[in-house]
């Protein structure tokens, strides 16, 4: 997508701890990232992400995605929120939905989730248990843009962490955690800086 959003805003979806989200806050904060987060939402209500939203005065939203008939009514009741905040960006951090066109086309090349994975290695559920139980020597993070699939969308950047003899699910996941961290606000601020351009699978990243 060409062009420069300046200070874009930012919807962040969440399901549960958001620390990802703290540190897109963060970023945004320090200028690290030219952005702002207008608004969180979450299908769950006891999400601590809606939390850390209230904690900084960013509208929090809880969305019971029970009280809707099917996720395409589900998707269409997100994109009004988002749109009433009037979202530049929506960013998937720990959200465990299955997001549909409704949402996709809304927001075209403008939805990015994390994976706790290198995809296409590991998609979906429990990827830290999937990785250990395969045995591979490392893993890590990827960003991606959503498309209809499940942790199949164009790869924006991907972080690389050893897998040790004597992990656990808990260990891994917290070593991933913190290159998460890092990863996911790097990219975000690739896309405030319009510097990312999707080609079909790969997405190019302009020089500065
Ligand atoms: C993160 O590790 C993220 O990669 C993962 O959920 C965690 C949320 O952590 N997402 C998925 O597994 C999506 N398939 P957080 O709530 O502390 O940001």
């Known amino acids: 997508m060409a062009g420069n959003f300046g200070k874009i805003k930012i919807g962040v979806l969440v399901s549960g701890s958001g620390t990802n989200l703290q540190a897109i806050i963060d970023g945004c904060a320090a200028g690290s990232i030219d952005g702002q987060v207008v608004c969180v939402i979450s299908n769950k209500e006891s999400a601590f992400g809606l939390e850390r939203a209230r904690n900084h005065a960013i509208p929090a939203h809880h969305l019971d995605h029970r009280q809707y008939q099917d996720r395409s009514e589900y998707d269409a009741a997100l994109v009004s929120i988002l749109q009433e905040h009037a979202v530049?960006?929506?960013v998937l951090a720990g959200f465990m939905r299955i997001v549909?066109?409704?949402l996709l086309g809304a927001f075209p090349d403008r939805v990015m989730n994390i994976h706790p994975a290198l995809l296409p290695s590991f998609?979906?559920?429990d990827a830290q248990r999937q990785a250990l139980e395969y045995g591979v020597r490392v893993s890590g993070c990827t960003v991606h843009f959503v498309d209809p699939g499940t942790d199949t969308g164009p790869i924006i950047l991907q972080s690389v962490v050893p897998v040790l003899d004597e992990d656990t699910e808990e260990t891994l996941s917290q070593r991933i955690?913190?290159?998460?961290?890092k990863l996911y606000p790097a990219a975000i601020q690739l896309f405030a800086e319009g510097r990312l351009s999707v080609h079909g699978r790969r997405v190019?990243?302009?020089a500065k």
């Not at 955690?177 to 961290?181: A, F, G």
Request: aromatic content about 0%.
């Open 88 to 90: 530049d960006l929506v």
């Open 123 to 125: 998609p979906g559920l």
């Open 204 to 206: 190019k990243i302009s």
């Open 100 to 102: 549909t066109p409704v």
């Open 177 to 181: 955690h913190v290159e998460e961290h």
